[in-house]
């Protein structure tokens, strides 16, 4: 079963469902789940004395100092899932209907789609942990 979890280091909401994801991860990682949150690089790096990603005021931000900001954004919130990076031109958003994010699609074993969520809500957490748990018993 896999969940993917779009979103971006900028958005709030994304962030609200953090707990969520690390729940997931720790209730049903060793039953089969495999998470994997995809973002896209936006050229921001990581402040070390605020503890939070930022957009530069000037200056470039190459791949790999953006990878290194991605890392320890990760350690920062504890998170434990795969990151996986969108290239421009993508296409995962389109495949998947992404018109907002956080945006969550939950695969069965099968690969079938079997839920799309959009926002952090209660009520969309409560969804997809009561169809994790149904997959993956």
């Known amino acids: 079963v ?15 469902t953090f707990p969520h994801l690390r729940e997931w ?16 690089y936006y050229k921001w790096n990581w402040d070390d004395e605020a503890g939070y990603a930022s957009k530069p005021a000037e200056g470039e931000v ?20 795969r990151f996986g990076i969108q290239e421009e031109g993508d296409s ?20 079938k789609i079997r839920m799309i969520r959009v926002g952090s809500g209660k009520q969309n957490a409560e969804d997809i942990d009561k169809l994790l748990a149904e997959l993956l018993k």
Do not use: N
């Open 92 to 111: 995962l958003d389109e495949y998947y209907g992404v018109s907002g994010i956080p945006h969550v699609v939950v695969l069965d074993k099968e690969g």
């Open 25 to 40: 991860q720790e209730k049903y990682g060793d039953k089969g789940l495999v998470v994997i949150g995809l973002t896209r």
């Open 62 to 81: 190459s791949t790999e100092q953006e990878q290194e900001m991605l890392k320890k954004f990760a350690a920062y919130y504890h998170l434990k899932h």
């Open 2 to 16: 896999v969940l993917l979890d779009f979103w971006a280091v900028w958005c709030g909401p994304c962030i609200v």
